[in-house]
């Protein structure tokens, strides 16, 4: 992707919100995954939310919804 391309795709994205969910259980490379997609949203300039317990979370919301700041996926790649 050029550097042209990305300027264009951080003007897209300011004022986008995203959320990051994950239905549970065991799957490779499933943190770093989530660290790489909170990033570039957070790097493209969208806000992104990190929904905890699943789909439990999503309907629970409250505390289960945070936002993400780029330090917030910093250690998950070792969990």
């Given at each position: 992707?050029?550097?042209?391309?990305l300027?264009?795709?951080?003007?897209?994205?300011?004022?986008?919100?995203?959320?990051?969910?994950?239905s549970?259980?065991?799957a490779?490379?499933?943190?770093?995954?989530?660290?790489?997609?909170?990033r570039?949203?957070?790097?493209?300039?969208?806000?992104?939310?990190?929904?905890?317990?699943?789909?439990?979370?999503?309907?629970?919301?409250?505390?289960?919804?945070?936002?993400?700041?780029?330090?917030?996926?910093?250690?998950?790649?070792?969990?």
């Open positions: 992707m050029s550097s042209m391309d300027e264009k795709l951080k003007m897209t994205c300011a004022g986008r919100a995203l959320a990051v969910l994950t549970g259980g065991d490779q490379g499933m943190n770093a995954a989530v660290r790489a997609v909170t570039m949203g957070i790097y493209v300039g969208a806000q992104v939310y990190l929904i905890h317990e699943g789909y439990q979370g999503l309907v629970d919301g409250g505390d289960n919804i945070k936002l993400a700041h780029w330090h917030s996926v910093t250690n998950i790649i070792q969990q």
